[in-house]
């Protein structure tokens, strides 16, 4: 058994789909027409094959309050591994994507955490 497919909520597709290619770097994977909205994934370039991240619509009207809760009480939605939280950082910094908490040691691990513009907190972790 693995992990095949994890979802993120997103208030806007085509915003979302900007924002996790063009400015985090996954390239996208399917888009499939479903009605209003797609079915929409992206993947990490390093494994193209490995898990997808479904940009989900958060039409459900059970999503939005989870959410808001979730970014009111400082809660990332989902975890990114990468090699360097300083050197992403930084890079993400001068693309203009806001973080709600710098890089920060935790013992095993650096974590830093972004606003990823379509009402998601993510982290960003590094193994030490």
């Known amino acids: 058994m693995r992990i095949h497919l994890s979802s993120v909520f ?6 979302a789909l900007r924002f ?14 479903i009605g209003e909205h797609r079915w929409l ?3 990490s370039p390093e494994d193209p094959d490995g898990t997808e991240l479904v940009l989900e619509p958060d039409a459900h009207p059970a999503v939005k309050p ?33 973080f709600t908490q710098e890089p ?18 993510i982290q960003i972790a590094q193994r030490v």
């Open 104 to 121: 920060v040691d935790m013992g095993p691990v650096v974590t830093a955490v972004l606003d990823d513009t379509c009402g998601n907190l």
């Open 10 to 15: 997103v208030d806007d597709q085509d915003k």
């Open 20 to 33: 996790y290619t063009d400015v985090l770097g996954f390239v996208k994977k399917e888009e499939v027409p």
């Open 66 to 98: 989870y959410k808001d809760a979730l970014v009111e009480d400082g809660i990332p939605a989902t975890s990114f591994a990468v090699e360097d939280v300083r050197a992403e950082f930084a890079r993400l910094s001068g693309l203009g994507v806001r």
């Open 41 to 43: 994934t992206v993947v």
